[in-house]
């Protein structure tokens, strides 16, 4: 059976997730009717990240196995057109070799947390970006972000119903900008590591933006990280900001595809 990987992007707003889910409108669920249209004994698909209700993807990857050999630009053209309707698209689709999984051949995940700081409520980007009216400090949650680069147990940074075997995690990059928005300021929060806890990235914005309104010193996100306790978290940032940015593979699939 021919095997297929994609990179896909998808506004997470009216999705209670990608995961499939019983009697809920997800990603994967949408995406696995319009396959079963194309091929009626269609099974199922790997995505490499779970992203939960409400989060976005610019980037997501996911492959799935056909019994019809496809010509990729057709097979494209084939799901795009019969996904009329929701807000997902698929920027490439590419045959790999059988060994390739969306999930586990991973190197490397980027994912990006936008964040609004002005007086003024969000009508546009509502659903796309974090809106708090106050200020934050650029520079205090830069210095706060340096004590999470590493490998470190996360556990206070992790939800409750994470399933991962270990808390241990290594971010390889926090990375945090501050430009120009109508009205006041966005802040960006790009964030590289192999592999997340459930809420992981979430926990850690919510914790950089207690640093950044001065209700917490920088230092203090190294004693929150060694007490190992979720009660020691700052608050969760919104689901609405966060986008699954990119998905790195060695070998790359997608070099040189168009």
């Given at each position: 059976?021919?095997?297929?990987?994609?990179?896909?992007?998808?506004?997470?707003?009216?999705?209670?997730?990608?995961?499939?889910?019983?009697?809920?409108?997800?990603?994967?669920?949408?995406?696995?009717?319009?396959?079963?249209?194309?091929?009626?004994?269609?099974?199922?698909?790997?995505?490499?990240?779970?992203?939960?209700?409400?989060?976005?993807?610019?980037?997501?990857?996911?492959?799935?196995?056909?019994?019809?050999?496809?010509?990729?630009?057709?097979?494209?053209?084939?799901?795009?057109?019969?996904?009329?309707?929701?807000?997902?698209?698929?920027?490439?689709?590419?045959?790999?070799?059988?060994?390739?999984?969306?999930?586990?051949?991973?190197?490397?995940?980027?994912?990006?947390?936008?964040?609004?700081?002005?007086?003024?409520?969000?009508?546009?980007?509502?659903?796309?970006?974090?809106?708090?009216s106050?200020?934050?400090?650029?520079?205090?949650?830069?210095?706060?972000?340096?004590?999470?680069?590493?490998?470190?147990?996360?556990?206070?940074?992790?939800?409750?119903?994470?399933?991962?075997?270990?808390?241990?995690?290594t971010?390889?990059?926090?990375?945090?900008?501050?430009?120009?928005?109508?009205?006041?300021?966005?802040?960006?929060f790009?964030?590289?590591?192999?592999?997340?806890?459930?809420?992981?990235?979430?926990?850690?914005?919510?914790?950089?933006?207690?640093?950044?309104?001065?209700?917490?010193?920088?230092?203090?996100?190294?004693?929150?990280?060694?007490?190992?306790?979720?009660?020691?978290?700052?608050?969760?940032?919104?689901?609405?900001?966060?986008?699954?940015?990119?998905?790195?593979?060695?070998?790359?699939?997608?070099?040189?595809?168009?």
């Amino acid at each position: 059976m021919p095997r297929y990987a994609a990179i896909i992007e998808y506004d997470g707003t009216s999705f209670a997730g990608f995961q499939r889910q019983q009697n809920q409108l997800t990603v994967q669920g949408a995406i696995e009717v319009v396959l079963k249209i194309l091929e009626p004994d269609f099974t199922s698909l790997s995505g490499a990240g779970r992203t939960d209700s409400g989060v976005h993807a610019a980037g997501q990857v996911i492959h799935f196995d056909l019994h019809k050999s496809w010509n990729t630009f057709t097979l494209t053209k084939a799901l795009n057109g019969n996904l009329t309707g929701h807000p997902i698209a698929f920027v490439k689709v590419v045959q790999v070799d059988e060994a390739f999984h969306a999930r586990f051949s991973a190197i490397k995940r980027t994912y990006l947390y936008r964040l609004v700081s002005r007086p003024e409520p969000l009508v546009f980007e509502r659903s796309h970006a974090w809106h708090v009216s106050f200020k934050l400090d650029l520079e205090a949650m830069q210095a706060g972000a340096t004590y999470l680069l590493g490998q470190h147990d996360f556990t206070t940074f992790r939800s409750t119903h994470c399933q991962a075997v270990s808390p241990i995690k290594t971010l390889d990059a926090i990375n945090i900008q501050k430009r120009p928005y109508p009205h006041g300021y966005e802040f960006r929060f790009t964030i590289e590591a192999k592999s997340f806890l459930h809420k992981q990235i979430r926990s850690i914005v919510g914790t950089l933006v207690r640093v950044g309104v001065g209700k917490w010193a920088p230092e203090d996100v190294k004693t929150a990280l060694m007490k190992r306790t979720r009660e020691a978290c700052g608050p969760l940032a919104k689901p609405h900001g966060l986008y699954l940015q990119r998905v790195d593979y060695n070998p790359d699939p997608f070099s040189g595809s168009s």
